[in-house]
């Protein structure tokens, strides 16, 4: 939402001065302030523990900020893995919430004490084959099929989703663990997607917690933790509101109350890996208008592009656009806000209402920090953008640079091809 912007115009001014647009800036002190709110919500648990979801925003310094505020990470490939490493995040901080893995990704999650998410019943007998043995605590993903109903577009239906396990394969898969010797067992679930109905998340701990209690039991297997996975949304309109974290809390520690404690489950830590809400709302890829276009339509060309911001290409998804310094002028214009990409699809904004913008006015594209910078690609030969966090002191620091025209062709053999003929 544009009303979260932390930058009057003569501090984004003097900003762009030294760091040159196109960047992400990114608010320390709202996202510590929003993380502690979730964490409080969720205290009314005997345990919980949300892990960061690395693919929303990989960057080693929101990493330790999270970090500090409590956080472990959920990481989906080996290069997440050694982020939340670096970041200091390891142990059973980090849980391995992959799938087509292969096996020297699970050894190193293994090597370092992560926990390890299965996505299917096969991998089992994979994982065993590939570090000799079983580790001692294990998670399976659970695909709850047509028994989930309501999910949004972005994640699809469940029984069309290849995530996870069915509701057969998750008590044989516990038995047979159990059997094998794991010690401690987690169950995961991730059916939503930017879902910003509290009661979807409600019914979805519901359905995990029977789950658990059925696979008790049915094969004597205590599950010690749930992962409710990512999903909860962000209001990318003007019109939407947040997610009410206590809300959420409250309505699953109901459920909590009414299955989990008469099965003997007490206490089974709650766990997520949310991403977008943990960071989306506070950071903003940060352009400068350097095009008017008038045709059919009026353009407004922006230095930044799709492989620095790709949702709304990909999936037309809404970002609110704003115009540094004038918030509070009148919507008396229509644009298409659009990036340099040869593609068409490459628009911030289509056919938005905008106060007059001028060339060289700072485009503030809201919502973008989660799934943005992280999203970002190299077609066209576009070199990405670097991130700016705004420290809790004002103070601003780079937490990465921009691209250049080197790291673009670090993979090339330029000297090769020099003698190629
Ligand atoms: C993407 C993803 C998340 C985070 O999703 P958000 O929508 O950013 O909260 C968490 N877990 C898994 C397994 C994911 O794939």
Known sequence: MSSNFPLSNSQLSNLVKDFPTPFYLYDEKAIRENMRRFTKAFSIFPVFCEHFAVKACP????LKILAEEGCGTDCSSLPELILSDIAGIQGNKVIFTSNETPASEYKYAFEHGNIINLDDFTHIEFLKKSLGELPETICFRYNPGAEKQGCNSIIGKPEEAKYGLTREQMIEAYRICKAEGVKHFGLHTMVASNELNPNFFVDTAKLVFELCAEVLEKTGVRIEFVDLGGGLGIPYKPEQKAVDYDEVARGIRAEYDRVVVPAGLDPLEIHWECGRPITGPYGWLI??????????????????????LMRPGMYGAYHEVTVSGKENEPKTEVYDVVGSLCENCDKFAVQRPL?????????????????????????????????????????????????????????????GVEKFN
């Open 287 to 308: 352009s400068t208008a350097i095009h008017k276009k008038h045709i059919y339509r009026e353009y407004i060309g922006l230095d930044s592009c799709m492989a620095d």
């Open 59 to 62: 960057n080693p310094y929101i």
């Open 355 to 415: 106060p007059k913008i001028e060339i060289g006015d700072l485009v503030i594209i809201h919502d973008a920090g989660a799934h943005g910078r992280a999203m970002g690609f190299n077609y066209n030969g576009k070199l990405r953008c670097g991130e700016v966090l705004m420290r809790q002191d004002g103070s601003f620091k780079e937490i990465r640079r921009r691209e250049t025209v080197e790291d673009l062709f670090a993979t090339l053999d330029l000297d």
